[in-house]
């Protein structure tokens, strides 16, 4: 069940909707792609890079700190190359190996991604004795790298017109862990947000890079997902949400 401030109508509704997209088994080949020299440049803001000049003549004598470099993402590759090669997916990109979803998406989906950047995903394996990557947290990677993930190519242009014939004002999307995704449009600032069935927000930070087998987003924190209990006395119970503080201001690609 999804949560009970859209209302039993609402829930199926957004239920529904998490059935209209297939997925291929096939295998996405990315150097069969046709190329081109559309992409876009994403961010990097979690590197700590620093040169100190050693054995130069008239050096200074303090580090000197330069920008973290942005990050190509071609529109014509699959999902798995570009996460691979963004810098600030690395520790995403790990998790994805780990939990095993990288194979995933090297298909042909489509899949629709919610990637995590480095310090939100750093901060999420904190949580965890040993890590969030130690085998005996293998259950809760795979939870949450599957609530990043959703069937479909959904495009922010989708979204909206999806979101706009809601009565809710609001869709949910059911991700590979099972859990719902709620996407509505925040008011005020008119701009996508995410959500589990708890009501903990998750704002967008780079919406809808197109890839060959998808779309892929960056979002400002890590959402964890939320699973419906078993109904108790007509109700049903959910588990609290953890907020996460945003990581930037967002961004967006030309689409």
């Not at 990050?71 to 600030?88: G, H, K, Q």
């Not at 890590?131 to 609530?147: E, T």
């Not at 998808?214 to 007509?234: C, D, E, H, K, R």
Request: charged residues 15%; glycine residues 8%.
């Amino acid at each position: 069940m999804l949560t009970g401030r859209y209302g039993a109508a609402g829930a199926m509704m957004m239920m529904a909707l998490s059935l209209g997209a297939c997925q291929s088994p096939a295998r996405q080949d990315a150097y069969k792609v046709v190329g081109s020299s559309n992409s876009f440049m994403a961010p990097t803001v979690s590197g700590a890079r620093n040169y100190t000049p050693a054995g130069e003549k008239d050096a200074p004598n303090s580090n000197v700190a330069y920008p973290d470099p942005e990050t190509p993402i071609y529109y014509d590759r699959p999902l798995s190359e570009s996460i691979l090669s963004a810098i600030e997916l690395g520790n995403y990109s790990r998790a994805l190996q780990v939990s095993g979803y990288d194979r995933l998406l090297q298909m042909a989906g489509p899949y629709t991604v919610f990637a995590i950047p480095n310090e939100p995903m750093k901060h999420v394996s904190e949580q965890y004795p040993g890590g969030l990557l130690d085998p005996a947290n293998a259950q809760a990677l795979k939870n949450l790298m599957g609530f990043t993930i959703v069937p479909g190519k959904w495009s922010v242009d989708r979204l909206r017109r999806v979101i706009a014939r809601m009565p809710t004002h609001a869709v949910g999307l059911r991700t590979l862990s099972g859990a719902f995704l709620t996407v509505s449009v925040e008011p005020g600032t008119n701009q996508l947000v995410l959500s589990n069935a708890a009501g903990t927000i998750n704002r967008i930070w780079v919406t809808g890079i197109p890839q060959s087998n998808g779309m892929l987003y960056f979002t400002q924190s890590a959402l964890p997902p939320v699973f419906p209990a078993l109904p108790v006395a007509g109700q049903s119970q959910v588990a609290p949400g953890v907020k996460s503080a945003p990581l930037a201001a967002p961004a967006s690609t030309t689409h």
